[in-house]
Nanobody
Framework: QVQLVESGGGLVQPGDSLRLSCVAS????????MGWFRRAPGKDREFVGR????????YYADFAEDRFTLSRDNGRNTVWLQMNNLKPEDTAVYFC????????????????WGQGTQVTVSS
């Protein structure tokens, strides 16, 4: 069993930055791809980005390509999502998820999910 705990969300103003963390326990993430997703009020969950097991492969949704950055430290079993120049439309609950089956693929299914952290962007 894997537990994922996200943190770092909060209320910020447009143009601000946030760094979300996802810490895993129960199993090492060394051979796992990690994904971030978000769900805005009244909307379906959407893909934000994915980072491969080594960190060399990083894949982003179009809206995240120029503003968000994924990173990871396998020794700390932690993945981060750096979000810059936040916009009101980024308001959502952000979730991390782990994919053990395809650690180096650009896409995959996710076996475990965190509970999410709320990000609110408002002036």
């Amino acid at each position: 069993q894997v537990q994922l705990v996200e943190s770092g969300g909060g209320l910020v103003q447009p143009g601000d930055s946030l760094r979300l963390s996802c810490v895993a326990s129960g199993r090492t993430l060394t051979l796992a791809a990690m994904g971030w997703f978000r769900r805005a009020p009244g909307k379906d969950r959407e893909f934000v980005g994915r980072i491969s097991a080594s960190g060399a492969g990083r894949y982003y949704a179009d809206f995240a390509e120029d503003r968000f950055t994924l990173s990871r430290d396998n020794g700390r079993n932690t993945v981060w999502l750096q979000m810059n120049n936040l916009k009101p439309e980024d308001t959502a609950v952000y979730f991390c998820a782990v994919d053990f089956d395809r650690p180096y693929a650009a896409q995959g299914d996710y076996e475990y999910w965190g509970q999410g952290t709320q990000v609110t962007v408002s002036s």
